[in-house]
């Protein structure tokens, strides 16, 4: 059973970073694509950032310059670094991975940026 759990949101200032986490088990996490998304209230989720097997990243142009995303398989886990964080990142954080077709999520993790 693939399990993702989401951790490092929080209340931040506008310019604040953080680092989120995503926990993954329940699959051999080196040899997954692994993504990031995020739900504001009243809005679509919408894709953040991505990487893959070995390492390549993608981002959404939101996310270009201030976000990073990293990954650590001997951890099964991966990392979005934000930084200079702006009030319309405030959103609900969640990791997302897709194992023999079938796509999983974890619960997510508040991000709320806020003077």
């Known amino acids: 059973q693939v399990q993702l759990v989401e951790s490092g949101g929080g209340l931040v200032q506008p310019g604040g970073s953080l680092r989120l986490s995503c926990a993954a088990s329940g699959l051999t996490f080196s040899q997954y694509h692994m993504t990031w998304y995020r739900q504001a209230p009243g809005k679509e989720r919408e894709f953040v950032a991505g990487?893959?097997?070995?390492?390549?990243?993608n981002y959404a142009d939101s996310a270009k310059g201030r976000f990073t995303i990293s990954r650590d398989n001997a951890k099964n886990t991966v990392y979005l670094q934000m930084n200079s964080l702006k009030p319309e990142d405030t959103a609900k954080y969640y990791c997302r991975v897709i194992e023999r077709e079938q796509v999983y999520w974890g619960q997510g993790t508040q991000v709320t940026v806020s003077s």
């Open positions: 990487i893959g097997e070995s390492g390549g990243t």
